[in-house]
């Protein structure tokens, strides 16, 4: 895979009610295994290509981390965040160097070697649309992630705002060329929020998922000022 891209990790401070306490996951690698607890932070990556590049044969997906998959040879880009478990976080990539559709168009979140886990290709953009939100949700056993995978409530957010286009019944999209990388005038960067479900290695229950459907009605966004005037404001301040 090519360089890993400049990529923001934010984390909401009004949602850490725990007692601060250390990071004592010391796997650092997007693909190595580890279980944790829910003061540690946990390493996991987005990979950037063509939906076909993330299977074996046209059938079979495999995590990133395959060596069978070969993406360091194909046309991908990685980035790699370390959020802390059980906090929700909004993650955002900005695209203004880097434009998902010439890199493929899909992402898939993934974490694990032994224990791979990986999400279903999400799309993000072809030269048509381009889709800006997202919500991840990692859900663990015993403190060892067993899935991640991309959560969708339809298109409500964008109903009936002209700027977008439903896509599949399921993602808000706007126009590519609406996009600064693409000659237009909206920051296409990508937010992702995520959300964390299951039991740490303590079999403490993980709830922030619980606190992001509760949420979603005002979404994520609206706790990141800067960040809601430069990716959501443009928009007609539909979030
Ligand atoms: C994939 O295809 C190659 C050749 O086309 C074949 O040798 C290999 O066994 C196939 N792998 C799987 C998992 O089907
Ligand atoms: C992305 O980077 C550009 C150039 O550095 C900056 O102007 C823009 O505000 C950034 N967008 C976000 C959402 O941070
Ligand atoms: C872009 O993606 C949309 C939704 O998947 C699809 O309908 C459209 O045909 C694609 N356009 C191009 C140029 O690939």
């Not at 032994?114 to 949700?137: D, E, G, I, M, Q």
């Not at 992630?145 to 339809?154: C, F, H, M, S, V």
């Not at 999209?173 to 290695?201: E, M, Y």
């Amino acid at each position: 895979m090519e360089t890993i891209f400049f990529f923001l990790l934010l984390t909401t401070s009004c949602f850490s009610f725990l007692v601060e306490s250390s990071d004592n996951n010391h796997m650092y690698s997007p693909c190595g295994d580890t279980k944790v607890e829910r003061s540690d932070g946990f390493t996991f990556a987005i990979a950037f290509a063509s939906r076909s590049s993330f299977f074996l044969n046209n059938s079979q997906q495999l995590s990133p981390c395959d060596r069978r998959l070969s993406l360091s040879s194909s046309t991908s880009q990685i980035a790699v965040f370390r959020p802390k478990v059980d906090e929700i976080s909004l993650l955002t990539i900005n695209t203004s160097s880097f434009s998902p559709d010439n890199y493929g168009g899909y992402m898939v979140a993934f974490a694990g070697r032994k224990y791979a886990a990986r999400s279903l290709p999400a799309f993000v953009a072809n030269s048509t649309y381009t889709v800006t939100s997202f919500t991840l949700a990692l859900e663990f056993k015993k403190g060892r992630l067993q899935n991640l995978y991309w959560k969708r409530d339809g298109c409500s957010k964008c109903s009936g705002n002209s700027n977008f286009v439903c896509l599949n019944n399921q993602d808000c999209a706007i126009r590519s060329t609406s996009c600064k990388n693409h000659g237009g005038s909206v920051d296409c960067s990508l937010g992702i929020q995520l959300a964390f479900s299951g039991t740490d290695k303590h079999l403490s229950v993980l709830n922030s998922w619980y606190e992001v459907e509760n949420l979603r009605q005002y979404s994520l966004y609206g706790l990141y000022s800067n960040l809601r005037d430069s990716l959501t404001g443009q928009y007609n301040k539909i979030f």
